[in-house]
């Protein structure tokens, strides 16, 4: 690797310019109708700065923080997924003819997308999907279509939410590596870590100072000191006990509290799920086959011919968290979690997974001595 | 470089060349390629057929191994995707993907007795083994099927199982919920023939096949653990909801396993537990 590690920049705006005139699509958070989303953005005017989100269970409030500051925000409550696993798909349209049909599929999309802005945890969250959805890499889907389309700019996080776990599974607060360019926000600037040789090919039409080693010190101790804000964690022992305690009573707790709205599964920057549509026009003569995401807490998701096989909420949400915490391991050797807690979050009712977890990895206490007698 | 893979979602088109009504509600078609080569694929695996305009589902290989000139499925009108599926007359056309799944495990059992046990369509998926099991008799011990239907005429394949009932080497049982006028067999569930199927084998040299409704399964299963053939000789064909075959749409999961992918066929001593456990 021959490209220079290291770089100090003033503000991400040249950055922002650079990406555009190398034709990337620069997709970044904006702050819209009071929440953190990602868009399309122009140039780094766009970007919320001096804003930060305040996440607790069930609640999300973006405030004004440290003014001048980049990137003191967290996460955005839209994840990255829908950039590479959009919610609706066209797979393929159908045409019908004399003598049966024709299969199509639409022209290929091929806009090269810059994530600027991602954070540790959503970029091991598309290592995650990628194990997933695009293990043979070469075949042509979709997915694996917009992911040989994508750059990335994480940024380091400066700041951990109150739902922030990242560091029991080590996803964050630093990503290390699978990254273009990676920014921490210094007091002086933004400090560059260039992770490939295209982010090397950025970084050279910037204008830029060299790093001195005390910036690189002073990013490890950023990171050191976002970590140490993190608060919660997930049991280590909670695959393991999740996987032996399917008729754990905590699953009954859960579910009396669950609405099964699937927001968690919606946020969840790893929830792949998908169902297809299948349409026809009005002539019959034209057919269409869409993929659109799923979630497991709809009841048509298990679906056969006598009914959904999950019927109850208490399955619904056995089946989401043990395929976060437990199978996953056995599917793709990782955990199906990365410590975003978008979940915690955005649970109308303020689910807490880790808590939910704990309370599953205790052992079931016994049932209660019979009184009297 | 590679060239890439063509796309896994993208149906081939098939073509019917023969229909054949098993019993009202469910028909046999025989498919053939319009423009790609004809796919092998190994018995108890499934394809996921597509009618146009109205979606898809998935459908077990029914037919023969050995023949190459069609693919077999069996088709029972339970909704919209496979009433529109089973009614395709020949002539017409249907998508296909495929052929997906784990198989059989019928090769790794050579001097072994096979024992199939079939509970209603539940004896589709399992044909393509028998017929593959009858092709290579001497490599077996013995050949033993047991097969369950709601009530004679619901019986599926009653002539071909006749036929194989009388070849020799080969044992039929038969048993329904529901007797007719007819009727002079056994009445049951399938679970009361396992001891009779059983025989005077050695149940450690059983191996034994098993398709049904998941509740038939299980007991099979269980019954058949504990007359002694061991788990990891039982292989079941699990059912979910499928939309991808191909390990992305998260609909089959049951446990750890994708079932389009890991399964459908799996053997009792991996999922024993899991069988047990509601709603999963
Ligand atoms: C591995 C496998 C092999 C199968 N082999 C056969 C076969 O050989 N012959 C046969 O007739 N049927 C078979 N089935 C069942 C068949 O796929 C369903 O009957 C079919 O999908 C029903 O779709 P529908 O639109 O007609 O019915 P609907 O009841 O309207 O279906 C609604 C939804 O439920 C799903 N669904 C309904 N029933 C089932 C089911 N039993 N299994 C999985 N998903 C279901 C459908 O995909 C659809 O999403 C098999 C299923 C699996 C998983
Ligand atoms: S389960 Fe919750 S905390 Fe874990 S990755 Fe998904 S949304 Fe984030
Ligand atoms: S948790 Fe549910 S929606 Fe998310 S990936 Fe697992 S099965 Fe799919
Ligand atoms: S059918 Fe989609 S993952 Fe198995």
Redesign the interface.
Known sequence: MAFQAHAIIDSPAPLVAALKDAGWKVIAPVERDGALVLAAIQSAEELPRGRVDRASPGEVRIEDGRPGRWFDHTLPASGWKRWLHPPRHLLWRANRGRDGFELKTPPPETEDLAFLGIRPCDLAAIARLDAVLGPDGSADTEYMRRRRHMLSVVVQCARAADTCFCTGPGTGPRAEHGFDLALTELEIGLLVEVGSERGAGILERLPSREARETDIEEAHAISRKTAGMQRRRLPPSAAAAIAQAPDHPEWDQLAARCLACGNCTLVCPTCFCTDVEDTTDLSGDHAERWQVWDSCFATGFSFVHEGPVRTSVRSRYRQWLTHKLATWYDQYGTSGCIGCGRCIAWCPVGIDLTAAAEAIARPASPSPAPTGG | M??????????M?F?VVERFDEQPGVASLALVP?EDAMPLFRPGQFNML?A?????AAISISGDPHEHGWMVHTIRE??AVSRALARIHPG??L?LRGPFGAHWPLRRQSGRHLLFVAGGLGLAPLRPAILQALREKTRYASLTLVCGARAPEQMLYRDEVDGWARQPGMDVLRIVDHANAGWTGRVGVVTTLLGAALGPHDPESVSAFVCGPEIMMRFTARDLAIAGVPGGRIWLSL???M??AI?????C?W??D?LCRDGPVLPYDRVARRLA????
Not at chain 2, 2 to 11: G, H, K, Q, V
């Open positions: 590679t060239l890439p893979l063509p796309d896994p979602m993208l149906p088109r073509r319009v597509y146009f305009g109205i979606g898809e339970v909704g017409g056309m998508g059912e979910r909801n939309k991808c390990g992305r749409c998260g609909r999961q446990g750890p994708f456990i509601k709603e999963l």
